[in-house]
């Protein structure tokens, strides 16, 4: 363990989040973190509380919520100046590709401003302390598409090919330059695909669960052969916390699942799951799979070598994908009233009635 381990409050952006809510509920029940995590969220339409509900009532002061922008410098300052975290993990980020296809604008402006003025806030909060730490996650999308063959490094070039990877490099590019310019201690995490609880349903997996679960069609892009590494979220919020804990200051980890599979791969697998768990009615849930039209710069092959992590930090991914899906599935059958607030857009109401005025 480090000198960082002295802090006592993490300020995490976007923890109410698909990955953020998943790692602050790491951080506060699987690791012997004795401090307060602030979950610092616009509660966008990706953003609900209520995935955090029983670690708010479990955890009580040592779990804050404050809703703010992370484009409002004001705001920023101000969750700084009330509670002035040692450590910062900034999940926040416009992240589905298909919307930045149609609407890149929000993109520029959270994934690219929303980190500059993160910067900017911890380099006057922080001064020159080397008791601090701020961790960025990004995505294994910076780059670009690799062939059947190969898997990205550390030290692979930038390739973004989208509005959303291009804005998520150039926040990279950002937290690096604060680092060798001003000397402020940053890690930055480059990971593939997630999944797990509390997935937002506009993503393949709770898309495909539940779009099954409802008799709808499967929607597959293109041949459905498209390749993604898959990081079980559980794994990932492990990965982060040791890189936040034990990682060198300045450097770059790239977190894999080791678990590459193609799109049609993984829809026919929840079609058989689903299968055993809950059979439908009328025929198989395979006979609703349906190719669409791919996306424009759809890229083929995305596959991470986590090497640098695994035997530098000696990190490991604990589950495999079958284990993994299993599981996924699991949670979506099990956790009707969450996924009825979501589909429903029930959440959107219940956050504007209790979080309305709780601007930072």
């Known amino acids: 363990m480090t000198a960082i381990d002295r802090a006592r409050t993490i300020l995490v952006t976007g923890g109410a989040g698909f990955i953020g809510s998943n790692f602050i509920r790491y951080v506060l029940t699987r690791t012997d973190f004795t401090g307060i995590v602030v979950n610092f969220d616009k509660l966008t339409y990706a953003g609900n509380p209520a995935?955090?509900?029983?670690?708010?009532?479990?955890?009580?002061?040592?779990?804050?919520?404050?809703?703010?922008?992370?484009?409002?410098?004001?705001?920023?300052?101000?969750?700084?100046?009330?509670?002035?975290?040692?450590?910062?993990?900034?999940?926040?980020?416009?992240?589905?590709?298909?919307?930045s296809i149609h609407g890149p604008a929000a993109f520029i402006e959270t994934n690219i401003t929303g980190t500059f003025v993160m910067l900017e806030a911890v380099r006057q909060?922080?001064?020159?302390?080397?008791?601090?730490?701020?961790?960025?996650?990004?995505?294994?999308?910076?780059?670009?598409?690799?062939?059947?063959?190969?898997?990205?490094?550390?030290?692979?070039?930038?390739?973004?090919?989208?509005?959303?990877?291009?804005?998520?490099?150039?926040?990279d590019h950002l937290v690096r330059a604060y680092h060798h310019t001003y000397g402020l201690p940053v890690t930055v995490s480059n990971c593939s695909n997630n999944y797990g609880p509390f997935h937002f349903p506009e993503k393949l997996i709770p898309l495909v669960i539940l779009n099954a679960l409802e008799g709808k069609l499967l929607?597959?892009?293109?041949?459905?052969?498209?390749?993604?590494?898959?990081?079980?979220?559980?794994?990932?919020?492990?990965?982060?916390?040791?890189?936040?804990?034990s990682g060198r200051t300045g450097e770059t980890y790239n977190i894999g699942g080791e678990c590459e599979q193609r799109n049609i791969d993984v829809v026919t697998a929840i079609c058989d799951i689903l299968e055993e768990l809950k059979p439908r009615?009328?025929?198989?849930?395979?006979?609703?799979?349906?190719?669409?039209r791919d996306?424009?710069?759809?890229?083929?092959?995305?596959?991470?070598n986590c090497d640098k992590l695994k035997h530098e930090l000696g990190w490991r991914p604990k589950h495999d994908f079958t284990d993994g899906l299993r599981q996924t599935v699991l949670w979506y059958l099990q956790n009707a009233e969450w996924v009825?607030?979501?589909?429903s857009g029930e959440y959107r109401t219940w956050i504007e009635r209790n979080y309305a005025d709780r601007n930072s």
């Open 51 to 99: 995935s955090l509900a029983d670690i708010a009532e479990r955890f009580g002061s040592r779990y804050v919520l404050e809703r703010g922008d992370i484009c409002d410098a004001d705001q920023v300052h101000g969750v700084f100046a009330k509670h002035a975290p040692s450590l910062v993990v900034h999940f926040a980020a416009e992240s589905h590709v298909d919307r």
């Open 125 to 171: 909060a922080w001064k020159d302390r080397s008791d601090v730490r701020f961790h960025h996650i990004s995505t294994d999308e910076v780059y670009g598409s690799l062939g059947p063959t190969g898997q990205f490094h550390e030290t692979t070039a930038y390739d973004p090919r989208s509005p959303y990877s291009a804005s998520k490099a150039s926040s």
């Open 219 to 245: 929607p597959v892009y293109g041949d459905g052969a498209n390749v993604r590494d898959w990081l079980y979220v559980e794994d990932h919020c492990e990965a982060v916390w040791t890189i936040l804990t």
């Open 281 to 292: 009615q009328q025929g198989r849930y395979r006979d609703l799979i349906a190719y669409v």
């Open 295 to 304: 996306r424009p710069g759809h890229d083929r092959r995305y596959a991470i």
């Open 340 to 343: 009825a607030s979501v589909r």
